[in-house]
Each structure stands twice: as C-alpha cells, then as structure tokens.
C-alpha cells in the first residue's frame, strides 16, 4: 500500500500547537506518558498471549527499551508488545476525537497553573501528543502481533501526517522522537542526556513491572559499569593477530544494557520501603491526577484467599464525578499481570472516587467483566475493600478532623449514595457521615455529636429537606423548633430527600421530619396543658377546619390546626408515610410515575389572619370573600415552603384585587 498523507481535525491541530508552544511547563511528562503507553501495551500482550492460544509470540522477555542518538538528536522509545494494525494507528493516532478534545482544549484553557494543565495530558488520554512539546518530528514504527505487515506514521505537528505500510517492521512499537534544540528558558532539556532520561523515569515509572533498558554508558577505562537486566548481556569474539602479523581491528562491543526500574510493585512492598512520595507518583499515574492524594490505605489480605490492595482517597472531586459516563474502579491484577482498568466490580458506586491497584493471588487470567460480577472472590474483596475504605474515614473523622472536613467537602455527597443500596453498611455510613445543623452555622455536624446534644425527653432526630440552607431555615415548619431550641438537620443535598425514607434510625434514635406528620415538643406537663388548650381551639375552630377542608377539597386531604407554628399562619405538611413533594419530582425525573399525595394545611390558631378569618366565617359564612381567602392562604403557604403555585396568575390577580380595595 502507498504512502498516504492525512490532515489532522481541526481540533487536534489546535491542540498540537498549543503543545508546541510550551503550554506545559514541565515537559518531562512527555516521557512518562510514552512509557505508560508502552507499559500498556505489554500487559496487553501477555493479556492476549495466556487468552488466545492460537497466537505465536514469545512473552519470555516483554520489555522496553530508550535509546538515544546524541549526534543525529533522537530518542527512541521502543517496545515489544501489542502493537497496532495500519488501521488502529489511523483511528487512534492519526485523530484525538475519542479523547474528548474540545473538551481538553476548554479545560486547558480554564486550568489555572501550569501544574493543573500538565495533569490534564493523562487525563484526556492525549499523551502520544505530549511528544510534540520537545520533538520537531515524531516516527512511529509499528507492527501488531499476529500480524505480518507494519505501520510507519510520521508528523511534524504541523498540520499533516503520512502513513504507510512496512514489510520488515518488528513487533511492537517504536516511537522515534527528533528533539528539538536544548533551551533552558523554555525548561526544554537535553533528552539524549543519560542521567535526564534516568531521572525522569525513577521519578515517573520506578513502579512499572516490565524493565525499562537502556544502554549504560562506558566508564572511565573504557570498561561498561550498569546493572544489567534480563537479557542485557551480550557476548562479542575477539580475534587474535591476523595471518600477516598485524592487529586485525576487532569488532566494537556492543553496549551493555542496564535497567533504569526497581519493577518493585508498591503495594508488594513494606510500608517501611516505601515513602510518600513513591505513593503519590503511583497515585497520579492511575488517577491523572496532578495533585497528592488526601490518604493512603493499604490492605494485605492472607488465609484461603490472598491479595493486596493499595488505595487512594483524592484530594479534590473529578468535575464529571457525577456524570453517567465516569469511569469508576480500580485497577485489577492477577500476580501482577495487569487485567482490566476500572475494574467497577471491586467497588461499590458510592465509592466511585477511590483509586488505586488491587492484585490478587488466585484469580483466572481469563476472568472477564461478565465473570467478575459473578465471581465470589471478587464479592468477598468488594465487601473488604469498602469496609476498609469507611473505617479509614472513620479514623480519618477521629483522629484529622481537618482532613475529614476536606473529604467531607468533596465526596460527601456521592458517599450518601451509599445508604440507598448498602444496608450492610449503612450504620459505619451514617457514622462518618456529617450535616449542616441548626447548632452551628459553619460547621458541619456528625449524628454522634447530634444525639449527645438531645434535650431531655427528645425521641427523634429531627431533619428538614430543601434546595438551599437559607430557604430550610426560614421555612414555617422549623419555627416551633427554633422557639424551643431544638437542633434539626439541614439536609439540602437532592439524595437526602431518598436516604432519610431508608435509614429508619441512628443509635436508637429514629429520623423524622419537621414537615411530616403532627408535632409533639415539650415536657410531660407542657404537653398535657396544650392538650387542653388545643381542646379548646378545636371547638373554636371546627366550622372554620370543616369549611375550608371543603373548599379546598381537590389539593389537600385535610385542614387542620398547628402546634409547629408560632409566626407563620399557615403552612403545609406532610402525612408521616406520605412521599414528600421533592421525592415525587425526583422519582419522576427517573421516569417512575408514582401517585399523587394530598397534603395536610395546617392553620396557626393566634395568627391574627387566622383569626380574623374565623371571625368573618361565624358572623358571615356565606361571604363569597372567604372562598378566595381560603385559597390565597393555601398558596401562600405553599409559597412559604418554596413550592410551585398550581396557578400563579391566578394567585397574582386575587393578591391586585385584594390590594385595590385596601386603597
């Protein structure tokens, strides 16, 4: 097949421009992200190689290979893995559309920091792409295995790439890099220099199981002085004196290749071999994340069934945390032979947010995603790996509250997912789980610290739902609460309208809340007194409660007096077991339409408006003025509680016509 030249899309030429012209200021990345790539293609190989018997490779020496060519200025990184057919280095380098590229274009233009740009290569999946920062061209030299016929790709960044088809190219991937001029300003450095290309890859790649080689550089005598990996040494014949008597020039030895990783897997290792920072650079190598992680948790299971497990709580929230399409899991190793990334079946979505690596011991090598759902070693690591995760939080909460409060901040919300599905471990949820409160303005609250604070008699942990903290506080049903002094629960987040109906107590103490059902505050004796009080407001108010239960028949199933509210007139509740209205909307966002429950009006006895209604319904009942007023209190009481007005220019022409008849 001929050469082909190609144009890139428009937007990967925007995005290789900006990589040109130094938008990262830590170029080292570049090679990071290669090695990667090629760390990747080996586990794909050997993957392919114990699943497909009928392919022919030899996996007795996967490795990776850099070299560099200080006269002609290259560096080359080189594997012998998977390697690409003509038509995947078409789809996968010759375009970024499944990179999401517009997206990583508006992102990298919104990163503030040359530290969070430089994180968003690896995220976006765009690291072959990082070349272009230190090379002015870039050849890629490829074969897949099985296959016969290679794949060159070559691009100067500038707009156009040629592909072709090569009869004699090795299996694997070789990416040769002609670098760009040194320029220390730029932070573009020497990367044909040895202790450069060292350096980088201790820092980056110390952790990667396959060797990474390179040849050692000759030491002073001429002797070669590196440690050797597999397969480094080679064997070169020297001859003696040629038959005429003159010294035959002999044969230039071939240069000893030393390997530049430990391929020590951290979480093999002790914890005392191991520092932070060497945790860290594993964390943003899964994660591409540029920022440390929060916490470090470390699990070494033993007994029938063994393997490791290295996590990381984040720092910060992904920004499409949320999203239907987060890619969630960790990653699953068999005796350190890579097998799928986001493995979701290791941790529950409520736990969506942790990284890290889990090997284990026993697994098949064969497992898929359909098997792994199935599988009850991987069920028994599920449940260990989440429970290790809660009780991190749970010494985390006890021992740093400041680092709590920053994982509060971030995944609080995504860990209360938790409680609609994981009764197994809704009470170690609830446990480490904090609310905004009546008792603090600023600060959160855990149930623990809620419960010790119950006034004497209190039964229930008490709650309000709403958008806003400002709206829940400020909501006629909390005012016969704060008249007493009784915390209430601020929760303000769309899934604790769910959560609150599933988690039916805490420490003995059953939720409830201020919008449901009647309220019964106060002592023994403040309550045997109001029953006598509301005994008689009841004979007072019977005909008033009768009439407008009539009237307003169609929205609510009953009208009746309040003991909650103190300075509102009115305001509408909830039957104990009824669906809030909020919950109604949530399940038919979802598309389960559920019934519609009527609601109770509940009238406050001393408001004046109440009063005067009263009055105007025993000395005129017929009033056609009572009708109108009925509904304009039901609708300002719904507008209390930020609901929507069943008829708002209904609502607005009564209020004008009872506002031109006070002038």
Not at 41 to 58: G, H, N, Q, T
Not at 139 to 158: C, D, I, N, V, Y
Request: with cysteine; net charge negative; hydrophobic share 40%.
């Amino acid at each position: 097949m001929p050469t082909e030249t190609f144009e890139f899309q428009v937007e990967a030429r925007q995005l290789l421009q900006m990589m040109i012209h130094s938008i990262y200021s830590n170029k080292d990345v570049f090679l990071r992200e290669l090695v990667s790539n090629a760390s990747d293609a080996l586990d794909k190989l050997r993957l392919e190689a114990l699943r497909d018997s009928e392919l022919d490779v030899d996996v007795s020496d996967l490795h990776i290979g850099l070299e560099v060519d200080r006269e002609a200025r290259t560096l080359t990184v080189r594997d012998n893995g998977i390697g690409m057919s003509r038509e995947e280095v078409v789809q996968l380098i010759g375009t970024i559309a499944n990179s999401g590229t517009a997206k990583f274009l508006r992102e990298l233009k919104e990163a503030e920091g040359a530290g969070a740009a430089e994180g968003l290569i690896g995220q976006f999946g765009v690291g072959f792409y990082a070349s272009f920062m230190v090379a002015d061209e870039v050849t890629l030299l490829t074969r897949r295995a099985g296959e016969t016929e290679g794949t060159r790709w070559t691009s100067s960044g500038e707009g156009t790439y040629t592909v072709e088809t090569v009869e004699d190219a090795p299996q694997g991937t070789a990416i040769v890099l002609r670098l760009k001029p040194e320029d220390a300003e730029d932070r573009l450095y020497d990367y044909t220099s040895p202790w450069k290309i060292k350096e980088i890859v201790k820092r980056y790649s110390d952790f990667i199981t396959w060797p990474i080689r390179m040849a050692a550089e000759p030491a002073p005598g001429g002797d070669t002085d590196a440690d050797t990996g597999a397969g480094a040494d080679t064997d070169t014949d020297t001859e003696g004196d040629a038959e005429d008597g003159t010294d035959a020039a002999a044969p230039k030895p071939e240069p000893r290749l030393e390997t530049l990783n430990s391929m020590k897997a951290l979480w093999a290792r002790s914890r005392d071999e191991v520092s932070d920072a060497d945790y860290h650079e594993l964390y943003k190598h899964i994660s591409h994340d540029w920022n440390d992680p929060l916490e470090i948790i470390r699990l070494h299971a033993e007994g029938t069934f063994e393997y490791q497990a290295l996590l990381f709580i984040p720092a910060h929230a992904p920004q499409d945390l949320f999203m239907r399409d987060y890619k969630r899991g960790v990653q699953l190793y068999v005796k350190r032979v890579f097998i799928m990334d986001d493995c979701e079946a290791l941790m529950p979505p409520y736990l969506r947010f942790v990284k890290g690596v889990v090997d284990a011991q026993d697994l098949s090598l064969n497992v898929s995603r359909e098997i792994l759902q199935q599988d009850r070693q991987i069920e028994l690591m599920h449940r260990r790996l989440a429970k290790k995760v809660l009780s991190t939080v749970k010494d985390m909460m006890a021992a740093r509250p400041e680092q709590y409060a920053t994982f509060w901040r971030e995944f609080g919300r995504v860990l209360k997912e938790g409680l609609l599905g994981d009764f197994e471990n809704r009470d170690a949820i609830l446990g480490v789980s904090s609310f905004a409160s009546t008792h603090d303005k600023d600060a959160p609250t855990t149930l623990a610290q809620y419960v010790e604070r119950m006034k004497d008699g209190q039964e229930h942990i008490f709650y309000v739902t709403g958008e806003s903290r400002q709206a829940v506080e400020n909501s006629p049903h909390m005012e016969a609460f704060q008249a007493r002094g009784i915390e209430v629960l601020l929760l303000t987040d769309p899934v604790d309208e769910v959560w609150v109906d599933t988690a039916p107590e805490f420490g003995g103490k059953q939720f409830r809340s201020v919008a449901k059902g009647e309220v019964d505050l106060g002592t023994e004796e403040e309550k045997q007194e109001a029953g006598t009080e509301r005994e008689k407001q009841q004979e007072e108010f019977a005909g008033l409660l009768a009439r407008m239960t009539q009237l307003l028949s169609e929205q609510v199933k009953d009208v009746r007096l309040s003991s909650r509210l103190t300075v509102s007139p009115a305001c509408v509740v909830s039957d104990t077991n009824d669906v809030s209205p909020a919950l109604e909307n949530i399940y038919r966002a979802m598309g389960q339409e559920i019934p519609h429950a009527k609601r109770i009006l509940e009238l406050n006895p001393k408001h004046p408006l109440v009063v005067g209604l009263n009055r105007t319904h025993a000395e005129r009942p017929d009033d056609p003025a009572l009708e109108e007023t009925t509904e304009l209190v039901h609708q300002l009481a719904l507008l209390a509680e930020g609901a929507e007005l069943p008829d708002p220019s209904r609502f607005v022409k009564l209020v004008a016509d009872r506002l031109e008849r006070t002038l």
